[in-house]
C-alpha cells in the first residue's frame, strides 16, 4: 500500500521548481524591519538575545539595524556584530557616506545600502533627481566595497520606479561592485502574477549576480509573493519572525521557511522546530501579540475541536494537519467544546483509562457543549478592551507628547 504524503499530485518537474536555487539564504529583517513597527522598539540586550537565536536557527544574514539612527543603536548593532554569531550580520545604510561610516565601524561585515527609486519617492520624500540617487548610489556602493564589506544594494518602491530607471541603477551599482541587488515592494502591491512578470524582466534587463526580495504584507500577499520570487531564483528572501514590519509587516519567516521546506520540498537550514521559541521570543520581546489563527505559530494553527475534525485526527493526523506541529516545535491540542465530538470525550476518557457506555457518553457530550455554551466572555472581553486601548494608540499618549511640548518650553507665539 502507498505512504500517505502531504502533498499528492505534486509535480517536482514543474517549472517553477525548478528554479529554486539550492544555497538559499535566509536574510532575517525582525531588527531593522520589524523594529520600525508602529510602538516596537528592541533594547540593544533584547537584539542581541534575537540575534543569538536567530542565528542558532540557522539564519544566513541578520539585519542587526542602522547604526546611524541614535548611539543605542549603533551599541545594538556593534555588540550583535561582535558576538561571534554564525549568521552574517548586516547593518543598513542610506546612500550617505556617513551612514556608511557607521556601518563600518559597527563591526557588521555585510551592508545594505539603500535609496529611493520611484518617481513619488523621488520627488515628494527625497526631493532627489534621478542622476543625483544614481551618484549617491555609485559612491556609497564603492565606499562600503572598499571597506571590504559585502553590499547589498536596496532600492525603496522598486517596483513602482520607472524600469528604465532602475535597470541603469542596479547594472551600474553591480558593475560598481554590489554583491547582492535588492527589489523591494516597498507598499505591498505586487500579486504573484505581477510579481513574477517584473522579476522575469528584471532578470533579463539587468542580470543579477545574486537576488534578494524585500516583500510587504500590505495586501497579505508578502509571503506568497516572496515565494514567487524563490520561484524566480532569489536566492536571499527577507523575512520578519512573526511576519513584524513597518504597517501590515513583511513575508513571515516562519510561513516562508515552511512553505519551502514542506511545500517545496526544498532545504533552507532552518532548524524548524526552533520556530515556536523563536516566535515567542519576539512576540514577548515586541510586544505584539500573534494572532490567534496566524499560520504556524498562532495559537490555534495545531487545535482540533469540531466533532468532524478530532474524529479524522484521532484516526490520521495527516486528515487535517498539513504538518506535524512538532515540526515547528509544539504540540496538538484538543479543545473540548460547543463543537465536539463523542470520539474525542472516548479519546480523552482514555487519559485516566475509564471507559463508559453510549448513555454516559452522550450525556457528558451534551453537559460538555453546554458548559462551554453558556460560559462567560465576560473576562475575554475585558482583556480585549485593555488590548485594544494599547494597540489603537501605541507609543506616547497626547497628553504625554503635550506635556513634553510645555517642558522643552514651546508656547504660542514665541520659540
Ligand atoms: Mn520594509
Not at 157 to 184: I, M, S
Not at 336 to 342: I, V
Not at 348 to 372: F, I
Request: one cysteine or more; glycine letters at 6%; aromatic letters at 6%.
Amino acid at each position: 500500500m502507498a505512504e500517505e504524503r502531504l502533498v499528492e499530485n505534486f509535480h517536482s518537474e514543474t517549472a517553477a521548481a525548478r528554479r529554486i536555487p539550492e544555497s538559499l539564504v535566509l536574510w532575517d529583517e525582525t531588527l531593522r524591519d520589524g523594529e520600525q513597527m508602529p510602538g516596537v522598539h528592541f533594547s540593544p540586550e533584547e537584539k542581541l538575545r534575537i540575534a543569538e537565536l536567530l542565528s542558532e536557527i540557522g539564519v544566513g544574514v541578520i539585519n542587526a539595524g542602522i547604526p546611524v539612527v541614535s548611539a543605542e543603536e549603533a551599541e545594538a548593532v556593534h555588540r550583535v556584530a561582535h558576538a561571534g554569531l554564525s549568521a552574517k550580520i548586516l547593518a543598513a545604510a542610506r546612500t550617505v557616506p556617513a551612514d556608511v561610516d557607521a556601518v563600518i565601524r559597527s563591526g557588521a561585515t555585510h551592508i545594505a545600502i539603500f535609496v529611493a527609486a520611484s518617481h513619488v519617492h523621488l520627488k515628494y520624500k527625497l526631493r532627489m533627481s534621478q542622476a543625483e540617487v544614481h551618484a549617491a548610489a555609485l559612491v556609497t556602493v564603492r565606499q562600503a566595497k572598499d571597506a571590504g564589506l559585502h553590499v547589498a544594494f536596496v532600492t525603496e518602491d522598486t517596483v513602482r520606479a520607472p524600469f528604465d530607471f532602475v535597470e541603469r541603477l542596479y547594472r551600474d551599482v553591480q558593475d560598481a561592485g554590489a554583491d547582492r541587488l535588492v527589489v523591494a515592494d516597498t507598499v505591498g502591491i505586487m500579486t504573484p502574477l505581477t510579481f513574477r512578470w517584473y522579476l522575469e524582466e528584471f532578470e533579463k534587463r539587468v542580470h543579477p549576480k545574486d537576488l534578494s526580495v524585500h516583500c510587504h504584507n500590505d495586501f497579505g500577499l508578502a509571503t506568497a509573493n516572496t515565494l514567487t520570487a524563490v520561484e524566480c531564483g532569489a536566492r536571499a528572501p527577507q523575512v520578519c519572525v512573526n511576519g513584524l514590519g513597518e504597517r501590515a509587516g513583511n513575508a513571515s519567516l516562519e510561513e516562508v521557511v515552511l512553505c519551502l521546506e514542506s511545500l517545496y520540498g526544498s532545504s533552507t537550514g532552518i532548524r524548524t522546530d526552533r520556530i515556536h521559541e523563536l516566535s515567542r521570543l519576539v512576540e514577548e520581546t515586541a510586544g505584539v501579540p500573534i494572532a490567534a489563527n496566524k499560520a504556524l505559530v498562532g495559537y490555534n494553527a495545531f487545535s482540533h475541536e469540531a466533532g468532524i475534525h478530532t474524529h479524522g485526527i484521532l484516526a490520521h493526523t495527516l486528515t487535517y494537519e498539513p504538518l506535524q506541529p512538532e515540526v515547528v516545535g509544539r504540540r496538538r491540542q484538543m479543545i473540548l467544546g460547543k463543537h465536539t465530538g463523542k470520539s474525542a470525550i472516548v479519546e480523552k476518557l482514555k487519559e485516566r483509562g475509564l471507559t463508559a457506555t453510549d448513555p454516559l457518553l452522550l450525556e457528558l457530550l451534551g453537559r460538555v457543549k453546554h458548559d462551554t455554551e453558556v460560559r462567560s466572555k465576560v473576562d475575554l472581553r475585558r482583556f480585549l478592551h485593555e488590548y485594544r486601548a494599547l494597540f489603537e494608540r501605541p507609543g506616547l499618549s497626547d497628553d504625554e507628547f503635550w506635556t513634553m511640548v510645555e517642558a522643552v518650553g514651546i508656547r504660542p507665539g514665541k520659540s
